[in-house]
T-cell receptor, first 113, second 114 residues
Framework: SQTIHQWPATLVQPVGSPLSLECTVE??????LYWYRQAAGRGLQLLFY??????ISSEVPQNLSASRPQDRQFILSSKKLLLSDSGFYLC????????????FGPGTRLTVT | QKEVEQNSGPLSVPEGAIASLNCTYS??????FFWYRQYSGKSPELIMF????GDKEDGRFTAQLNKASQYVSLLIRDSQPSDSATYLC??????????????FGKGTKLSVIP
């Protein structure tokens, strides 16, 4: 069966500090991978998606970036965090070529102070 | 702009009753429809998906889709306190290059009263 991991689970970072969140998927090959953010009182916002190694599409212009160095690894980064970056960051995967059903990881709760 | 609309609630139902959650979407090209359940502080969990007009039943859950009306609903029969959560409606569109985009509603908070 497939499993998706995210870490860290929670993170408190000062404004202007860097960020690196990691997501890994087990039990499947060549998945589509997604990063979402859920801010308090707001819906899920798609940030990035990837259909393969090194292939990243950005949905929202911002100070975040994503990378996919390995087939089942997806990383979300920032050089300098803003207060508005606080939120619940969710990684999801779907079967390559379909994307019909997306399955979420446990998430990382980020608070920027 | 693609939009998915849900009543934010809270929707309160007594234990054992039927909970009815509704969702409308703006893009007629939408192809697939999903319901996720999200407990407070947790990530969304996929509970139902439906691709064709009509009803789809899975245990106590029934998803209903009407593409002509751009409407999808989720019925929860014999509601239990453990069903208390926020329910997210999501709609997918093919975005090219082998990827599909999910657009989420903001969710309806359901409270099942014992």
């Amino acid at each position: 069966s497939q499993t998706i991991h995210q870490w860290p689970a929670t993170l408190v970072q000062p404004v202007g500090s860097p960020l690196s969140l990691e997501c890994t998927v087990e039990g499947t090959s060549n998945p589509n991978l997604y990063w979402y953010r859920q801010a308090a009182g707001r819906g899920l916002q798609l940030l990035f998606y990837s259909v393969g190694i090194g292939q990243i599409s950005s949905e929202v212009p911002q100070n975040l970036s994503a990378s996919r160095p390995q087939d089942r690894q997806f990383i979300l980064s920032s050089k300098k965090l803003l207060l508005s970056d606080s939120g619940f960051y969710l990684c999801a995967w779907s079967v390559q070529g379909t994307g019909y059903e997306q399955y979420f990881g446990p998430g990382t709760r980020l608070t920027v102070t | 702009q693609k939009e998915v609309e849900q009543n934010s609630g809270p929707l309160s139902v007594p234990e054992g009753a039927i909970a009815s959650l509704n969702c409308t979407y703006s893009d007629r090209g939408s192809q697939s429809f999903f319901w996720y359940r999200q407990y407070s502080g947790k990530s969304p969990e996929l509970i139902m998906f439906i691709y064709s007009n009509g009803d789809k039943e899975d245990g106590r859950f029934t998803a209903q889709l009407n593409k002509a009306s751009q409407y999808v609903s989720l019925l929860i029969r014999d509601s239990q306190p453990s069903d208390s959560a926020t329910y997210l409606c999501a709609v997918t569109l093919y975005s090219g290059a082998g990827s599909y985009q999910l657009t989420f509603g903001k969710g309806t908070k359901l409270s099942v009263i014992p």
